[in-house]
DNA sequence: CCTAATGCTTGATGATGTCAACTATTGAGG
DNA sequence: CCTCAATAGTTGACATCATCAAGCATTAGG
């Protein structure tokens, strides 16, 4: 199933993960819709954090998306009063966002809702569920 | 960070998950895009296997969509010969949807590309990874 | 039979995403 | 200073994704 001669081992583990995010990708929508919200606005909200404004253009990188997409995305969030944009006094080109106390609202419900874990996590021991965290740190960095 | 009076580690292990489902969320697309596919349409391929049709109802279910949508994403697939659509014989409202010889290779190539694991897997040891095997294998399923 | 339920398609609509073209601003040289 | 390229964001055109409601054919139960 892996196509270099590389270890089976490291292929499997990164298979799961691969599963798993694609268990995700169909859980997000319908948590996503109780609160009003699709996948790609959750995405973005996850990563503006209270009190700390970011440039339009950066995320756009972070999500790896064009700038004009961020540009309609950030146009309903905001109409929506979950958002802000202000004018960055560095530079005028530059927008930058920041949530709305309504936004941090609704942020707190839906990273509630999102990591709200499911019960296969709970049957792990304390012991497991330490190496989990411990080895997925070190996933992501 | 967690709401409830739960074990705090539980929810540290889901927010990675969740964490890394988003990092997989922004970079399926560009990945994707190299074999001219979109998100969803890796997604409906990852499911449907070489040798084992599946019923377009049961694909819905499996996706967590509406079946009209599913409609639509198997007419492009189909209209580029990588699925076929054909009657079901038992019951003739079903019809069951299969990887053509192109759709196969196409899949084979998709998965290739995928499940390509990160540098990040390699820096953990043998041993760590066969503990990251498992543990995800339980949480899965 | 008649009727309700099922499987899929169609059409309307809104959101997501890309690209190319545009405006405004910034910054580097001449 | 003055041009001129690069950058940040918006706009418009277009394809895809996703939902809903309505419709058709088939199936299954009464």
Do not use: K, Y
């Given at each position: 199933m892996c196509a270099k001669p590389k270890d089976p081992q490291v292929?499997?583990?990164?298979?799961?993960?691969?599963?798993?995010?694609?268990?995700?990708?169909?859980?997000?929508?319908?948590?996503?819709?109780?609160?009003?919200?699709?996948?790609?606005?959750?995405?973005?909200?996850?990563?503006?954090?209270?009190?700390?404004?970011?440039?339009?253009?950066?995320?756009?990188?972070?999500?790896?998306?064009?700038?004009?997409?961020?540009?309609?995305?950030?146009?309903?969030?905001?109409?929506?009063?979950?958002?802000?944009?202000?004018?960055?006094?560095q530079d005028r080109r530059v927008k930058v966002l920041s949530l709305t106390p309504l936004g941090v609202r609704l942020r707190s419900a839906l990273l509630e809702r999102m990591t709200a874990p499911p019960a296969s996590l709970q049957r792990l021991s304390a012991d497991e569920q330490r190496s989990l965290v411990k080895l997925l740190r070190r996933l992501i960095e």
């Open positions: 292929c499997e583990a990164w298979q799961l993960l691969v599963r798993f995010s694609f268990a995700q990708r169909s859980s997000l929508p319908a948590l996503a819709a109780e609160l009003e919200l699709s996948p790609a606005q959750c995405h973005l909200l996850n990563l503006l954090e209270p009190g700390r404004p970011v440039p339009m253009g950066q995320l756009a990188g972070a999500l790896s998306c064009d700038a004009s997409n961020v540009t309609g995305l950030v146009d309903r969030l905001e109409s929506r009063g979950l958002i802000q944009r202000s004018p960055s006094e």
